[in-house]
Structures are given as C-alpha cells and as structure tokens.
C-alpha cells in the first residue's frame, strides 16, 4: 500500500545559530461563525514532507501556517488520486515567490563546506542583502536578481568598499550560486555565467606597494597613538584588513614579539562573534621592536586593539585609509589597506626573506600567489636602477 502521509517541519534558528528541522503537530480547527477557526495563523518557513517510492521529498519553503495546512490536504488528496490510477495535476506545484531576505536565510542554513566556505558565504551574501535593502535599484524577490543587478554589485563593491576587481568578481560569483541554487537552475542559467568575468580572472593580479616618500607622508598624518601604532603594524607586518581590525591583545605575544593569527571567539559589544582567517591562514608573525615599542605604550581600552570609540571592531578602515592620503596630498585612488600588504612583501622580499619565508609570514597556500610579489618588486627595481633607460644613446 502507498504511503499517504504528508508531514509539516518548520525550519528553526536556534540559540547558538544554527538552523534545524522541528515537525509540526498539526493545529486542530474550531467552528465559528463564519466558518472553521485555526488559531496557529503564525508565520515562519515551513516545508511539506512525502514520500515517493523509497524516496522522501520536500516541498519549497511555505511562508504561513495556514498555507502549509491547505498545501498539505491538497498534497494529501493528490497522493490518494494517485493510488487509485487517476492522473490529476498536482495542486501544490506551484512555485511561491521567495524575498531575497529568505532565500539568502534558506541558502545558509543549508549551505555546507570544509575551512571558510561558509564564513565567506555568509558575509558575502549578507553584504548583498544590505546593498540591496539600500540601494536605489531595489530588488524584492530572488528571481528578480538579474545581470544588470549583479554588476551593479560589483561596481559597488569596487568604488564604495575598495573591493579589487577579483574580489568583487568572487562575491558576485558567490551571489549567482545563491540564486542558482534557490531557484533550482541548471548549468549556464544563472544571472551571469562564468564567461562574463573570463577577462578579469584570467589576468594576473596587480600589485600596488608605496615608495618610502608616499610611506612617510601617510604616516606622518596619521594621529599620534592609536592610528600611527595600527597603519605601522599594517605596513610592517602584512596584516589583512580584517585580521588588523579583529586583533586582541591577547594575539599579541609581548614576550616573543610575535602576533598571533588563529581562530577565536570574540566579544564585539554586546554580541560575541567567530572570527577564522581567511583560507585558514594560521600563522605567528615576526613583529619589529619599534613597532613593539609602539604596542607596549598603546593604552589598553578594549579588548580589542583597535577599536572605535565605543570599543566596537573598526569597520572603516578603508574610509579612514581614503582620508588620511587625501590629508596628506597622496593619489587617493591608489591608498586602500590591501597595498599595505602588498608594499610589506615587497620590502621583505629585498631584506633578505625567501619566498617559503613570505608565504608562511603572509598566510598563503602556495608560492604562486608570492610570485606575484617577486615579480612587482623586480621590475620596481629595474626602474629605480636605471637599467631601463640604459644603453640607448
């Protein structure tokens, strides 16, 4: 005999994040005046659950405890036609519309992946969500995302959060996934294809460094304490943007003059918050003893070294780049945190350190991405010796 029976589960956030599967208990109805009364009208992300044969299947999110209940009667009168050799349409097929702040929500809570699959997604998507919710170009549901919409995402990540072209292809690639994934789309079916940004990932990085002229003018706009100790611990130590504005004192080995890169738990105002290294780069980073001056004398108001006035992680820190060139007279355009990291392995690199010394100082995987840095200060230097310009009178 078939199997009938259809099931509600609604999905739940738990206390600590994390998303689960909770069944229903199907709410009895009451008679009233103008007919049957439910009093469980909530809404929330419910989902139907049959079976096929052996197989279990799953209905789209229902957004309303009302909507599961018809959908389940229909669903249930659909399986009975069924097994009596009738061949009906399925009254529950129909597609209901998902927002984009829902289906980014469904996405996550099934999302999946070994190291920072999922960090990266998270942020990324809810990067989205908030450009989105603010823009002027507004889109409501997911099915609205289209190409124009997501490059409009990338020129944004480009000119207002100082994204470079390869990041800001990444998170829009992470974008088109979503809704791939949502909307159930096949190969090649997404609002971009992977042949829209060939151009930009099949060319080599570009790798910008300041000279010591652009180095000291920066520096010397930058306010005495707090800002001057964290744009030289940039320079000086290859620190990304986010592992500069995380950094506890408690990463700080004041002994071994070394800062500490891992994985932590850390308190961000009233909410607590994971922090892990991008590709899980865990590393020790040599710290030099002036800059090691500069930490010791720093005060100590947060947990966090550099925090904002309320003792929160900085989140500005390429606006605050940004004004402190033009203070300086500097080529705005060419100032952003990622260039510190750029300009600190270049410099490195001419001290003496081999490239296995720079990747693991730097927390890359492998030695391609230093070669990038090798290359640049090679032909800085070229330029700087004059033997570009040499031999030709």
């Not at 706009?221 to 964290?230: H, N, P, Q, R, S």
Request: hydrophobic share 35%; net charge positive; with cysteine.
């Amino acid at each position: 005999m078939a199997n009938l029976k259809v099931s509600i589960i609604e999905r739940i956030k738990t206390e600590d994040g994390k998303w689960t599967s909770k069944p229903v208990a199907v709410p009895k109805q009451r008679p009233s005046a103008k007919g049957l009364y439910m009093r469980d009208m909530r809404e929330g992300k419910f989902l139907l659950v049959w079976r096929e044969g052996s197989q279990k299947r799953y209905s789209d999110y229902i957004l309303t405890m009302r909507d599961a209940l018809r959908q389940k009667t229909q669903k249930e009168l659909y399986l009975q036609s069924l097994s009596h050799g009738l061949h009906v349409e399925d009254p529950t097929s129909g597609k209901v519309r998902l927002t984009i702040a829902d289906a980014i929500d469904g996405f996550l809570s099934e999302l999946t992946g070994h190291g920072t699959t999922v960090p990266q997604y998270t942020r990324n998507l809810r990067q989205f969500q908030k450009w989105n919710a603010e823009s002027r170009i507004k889109k409501t549901y997911v099915d609205q995302i289209d190409r124009a919409h997501i490059f409009a995402f990338k020129r944004w990540l480009e000119s207002e959060i100082g994204n470079d072209e390869f990041t800001a292809v990444w998170k829009c690639q992470r974008v088109n996934k979503m809704v791939k994934t949502v909307l159930k789309l096949g190969a090649g079916q997404g609002p971009v294809k992977k042949s829209d940004f060939s151009d930009i990932l099949g060319r080599k990085p570009v790798v910008t460094t300041y000279n010591k002229d652009e180095r000291d003018k920066f520096l010397a706009c930058c306010c005495a304490g707090m800002d001057l100790t964290m744009w030289t611990l940039a320079l000086k130590c290859g620190l990304r943007s986010r592992e500069l504005a995380t950094l506890e004192w408690t990463d700080i080995d004041f002994v071994r003059h070394t800062v500490h890169i891992r994985r932590k738990q850390m308190k961000d105002g009233d909410k607590t918050i994971e922090f892990i290294p991008k590709k899980w780069s865990l590393r020790e980073i040599a710290i030099p003893a002036d800059l090691m001056v500069m930490l010791e004398q720093l005060p100590r108001t947060s947990n966090i070294c550099f925090p904002t006035n309320t003792g929160r992680i900085n989140q500005k820190l390429w606006e605050e780049c940004k004004a402190i060139a033009k203070k300086a007279g500097l080529d705005v355009a060419k100032f952003k945190p990622k260039n510190f990291r750029s300009t600190y392995a270049t410099n490195r690199l001419r001290s003496g350190y081999t490239l296995p010394d720079l990747r693991d100082q730097m927390g890359h995987r492998d030695m391609h991405s230093v070669e990038h840095y090798l290359a640049a200060m090679r032909s800085e230097d070229m330029v700087n010796s004059g033997r570009v310009d040499a031999g030709w009178d």
